[in-house]
């Protein structure tokens, strides 16, 4: 049996970077996504987000890849908000993400930077950073 341990710092945006993300849908979006991510198999540590995007930490197995893993949630979610009405308009995540690997010794800094969202942008925009 391998042991493969890849952590990866993922960050996705809405379409045209739409702030649909808000006090009243988020946590819901943020708990359907961790939940399908475990029904499909994909180790989701942490998620958390800011009005028009999404950070995560993932962690994925030696027979998952990252754009298939990413496909799942992003295209499921996009699915199931508009299915709900949870958002005025069609919701729509951009095509584009990212994607960076984390050292396991840097974790918790990263859930912590993932966590403080809120407090993290109100002095810098996602277009600014």
């Not at 979006?29 to 499909?40: D, F, R, V, Y």
């Not at 990212?98 to 918790?108: K, M």
């Amino acid at each position: 049996m391998a042991y493969v341990g890849i952590w990866i710092h993922c960050v996705w945006g809405t379409k045209n970077r739409v702030p649909f993300l808000n006090k009243s849908n988020k946590g819901v979006i943020l708990g359907h996504i961790k939940a399908n991510a475990k029904e499909k198999g994909i180790y989701l540590d942490f998620i958390n987000g800011h009005q028009e995007h999404i950070h995560c930490i993932l962690s994925l197995s030696a027979d998952q890849t990252l754009s298939k893993s990413i496909q799942l949630l992003k295209g499921e979610s996009s699915f199931w908000i508009n299915k709900n009405n949870l958002c005025s308009g069609k919701f729509e995540w951009s095509e584009e993400y990212f994607a960076v690997s984390v050292s396991e010794s840097q974790i918790n800094s990263v859930r912590e930077y993932i966590k403080n969202q809120e407090k993290h942008h109100s002095k810098k925009s996602w277009h600014e950073e």
